[in-house]
């Protein structure tokens, strides 16, 4: 039985405007030459645009730099169902009141503009643009294009924690219709530090909590677990059956239990302060969202151990500039990445190229129905609770398959656990 995809994203361009030092631009296995898909080749998804209900035409590129940008969305409309959405996710700079007419006119009905702030901050982009973006959008749904819906995504770094509410109230001015909160996914070591969230699992967390307090209770620290762990590591040792010990055991059986595994190094230096500064910031907001009617997701402080990809879940497809297609965000392209302070190389998958094979027969090829199949089961390890972590298998750029045996990569991505959004 054929099956068909109900979301897309098409990179119709990797040209950008802008040099912003979190993009995947700038990490050391990011090879994409600047380009733009050709009409031909984006012509070739007409097959499965009778059966999408969601097209975002972005990448790593800004789409405004596409000069058939809105030939492309037009071509689109034609074969899309009727209350389907044509969207694309902006830096601003480009966008007109005049551009957004155009836009609009050629079938778009949804665009976000990508905001680090509306207001001045060192370090951050100039407000300016975001802010004439937002008022060329608001200028156009307020001479008819009430259809439109318009948005925001603020990437949360450290650097504008304190500026989340304060831009959102000010772009609430421009009647936006959603809001898209995501963390960073750092592609240096240097971004690695601007970072405002955790990679401990919320389950892993409340396991050690508890056994923290439990420790303390019977007047030890967490120095002498520190001490049982260092001396685990020499050869002769064989442990004591102290009061620490079999304290330190309980907890790593309670988490064994529930399927979890515990990175103690990064459990220890968890930093408790900053998260729940987050949360206090996210609050405020699910606050704000609830009193303008607006749409919103919020990213967790903590991956959630009950994974859920959405971009399988909600049957997506991404088709790079070149016309390849990859089955999510994660592996769209070929990137390194910092995450808790570990180099993870990412090698970009494709199962076909539109330009060679109708892309509903790729869709349905055995090797993609698997990929489905075997991440929909989530039958595959926490890789960043490990205390191996990251290991030999899951390092490396070249993937095989991970201590499950799995040949799927996604024990190393954190998207399904609920840190990053876009739009999809």
Not at 55 to 80: D, R, S, V
Not at 160 to 170: G, L, S, W, Y
Not at 314 to 330: A, Q, R
């Amino acid at each position: 039985m054929i099956d068909f995809p109900k979301k897309l994203s098409v990179e119709i361009t990797t040209k950008c405007n802008l040099h912003c030092e979190i993009c995947p631009k700038h990490s050391p296995n990011y090879h994409q030459p600047e380009s733009d898909i050709e009409y031909a080749t984006f012509a070739q998804l007409k097959t499965v645009f009778p059966y999408i209900n969601s097209l975002i035409l972005n990448g790593i590129g800004e789409p405004l730099l596409h000069h058939e940008i809105e030939k492309l969305i037009a071509f689109a409309g034609m074969y899309m169902p009727r209350g389907s959405l044509i969207g694309f996710q902006t830096n601003g700079v480009l966008l007109s009141y005049e551009k957004m007419k155009e836009l609009v006119r050629a079938g778009l009905n949804r665009i976000c503009v990508s905001i680090d702030s509306l207001m001045p901050v060192k370090g951050l982009h100039e407000p300016e643009s975001g802010r004439l973006a937002l008022e060329a959008i608001h200028q156009v749904k307020s001479n008819g294009a009430m259809h439109l819906q318009s948005g925001i995504e603020i990437v949360i770094t450290t650097d504008n924690i304190d500026q989340i509410i304060p831009t959102i109230k000010e772009a609430l001015k421009y009647e936006i219709n959603f809001i898209i909160l995501s963390h960073l996914i750092p592609y240096s070591s240097e971004t690695a530090q601007k970072v405002a969230y955790e990679t401990n699992n919320e389950e892993a967390v409340k396991i050690f909590k508890k056994w923290v307090n439990v420790l303390q209770n019977s007047d030890y620290t967490v120095d002498d677990w520190l001490d049982l762990m260092k001396k685990k590591a020499l050869p002769e040792y064989f442990p004591e059956e102290n009061e620490p010990y079999k304290l330190f055991k309980d907890m790593y059986d309670e988490a064994i239990k529930k399927g979890l595994t515990l990175n103690m190094k990064n459990l220890i230096k968890r930093d408790a302060r900053l998260l729940d500064e987050l949360n206090s910031v996210f609050e405020e907001v699910q606050r704000l969202s609830e009193k303008n009617d607006i749409s919103i997701q919020i990213p967790r402080t903590n991956p959630t151990p009950l994974r859920k990809c959405d971009f399988l879940e909600e049957k997506c497809m991404y088709i790079g500039v070149d016309g390849e297609i990859s089955p999510c965000y994660f592996l769209w392209h070929s990137f390194t990445c910092y995450i808790s302070g570990l180099k993870k190389s990412v090698k970009r998958w494709s199962f076909g190229n539109i330009k060679n094979n109708d892309p509903l027969e790729i869709y349905n090829n055995k090797a993609y129905t698997e990929f489905r199949k075997s991440v929909l089961s989530y039958d595959f390890p926490y890789c960043y609770d490990c205390n191996f972590a990251l290991c030999d298998l899951m390092e490396v750029e070249d993937f095989i398959y991970d201590c499950y045996t799995n040949t799927i990569p996604c024990g190393a991505c954190l998207w399904c656990g609920g840190l990053f959004y876009c739009l999809i």
